[in-house]
Nanobody, 125 residues
Framework: VQLQASGGGLVQPGGSLRLSCAAS????????MAWFRQGPGKEREFVAA????????FYEEHAKGRFAISRDTVKNAVYLQMNDLKPEDTAVYYC???????????????????WGQGTLVTVSS
C-alpha cells in the first residue's frame, strides 16, 4: 500500500495550491482519507478529512473557509485545495488513510494506518 502526495511548492501569501494524494495497492473507496501537516518546530496536526462511507468532510479551525478536501474514488485519490494561504500554513503536508474506525477519532492521527511521504508547502513573499 502506498500513498504518494504531490503539489507542494512555494507560494506567496494569499495564493493557492492544490495538493494531490494518489493511493495504490488496494481500493480505498470506503476508507476515511485525511490531510495532516507539520510546521517548523511544531507537532503534526490535523487539517481536514473526508469520511469514506458518506463523503462528509471535517476541518480544523485554521482550515475552515480556506481549504477544501475532496476525493476521486475512481482514481483512488484525495485532494486538498488551499486558498488564501498564510505564512503560518507553511508545513509539510501528509495524506493518510484508515478503515474501520469510529467517526469521533477522525481528527486523531493515531487512528490512521497508512501515510504518504509528505509534500512541502512554503508560503512566503
Amino acid at each position: 500500500v502506498q500513498l504518494q502526495a504531490s503539489g507542494g511548492g512555494l507560494v506567496q501569501p494569499g495564493g493557492s495550491l492544490r495538493l494531490s494524494c494518489a493511493a495504490s495497492g488496494r481500493t480505498f473507496r470506503r476508507d476515511d482519507m485525511a490531510w495532516f501537516r507539520q510546521g517548523p518546530g511544531k507537532e503534526r496536526e490535523f487539517v481536514a478529512a473526508i469520511r469514506g462511507n458518506s463523503g462528509s468532510t471535517f476541518y480544523e479551525e485554521h482550515a475552515k473557509g480556506r481549504f477544501a478536501i475532496s476525493r476521486d474514488t475512481v482514481k483512488n485519490a484525495v485532494y486538498l485545495q488551499m486558498n488564501d494561504l498564510k505564512p503560518e500554513d507553511t508545513a509539510v503536508y501528509y495524506c493518510a488513510t484508515r478503515s474501520g474506525q469510529i467517526l469521533s477519532t477522525i481528527r486523531d492521527q493515531n487512528y490512521y494506518h497508512y501515510w504518504g511521504q509528505g509534500t512541502l508547502v512554503t508560503v512566503s513573499s
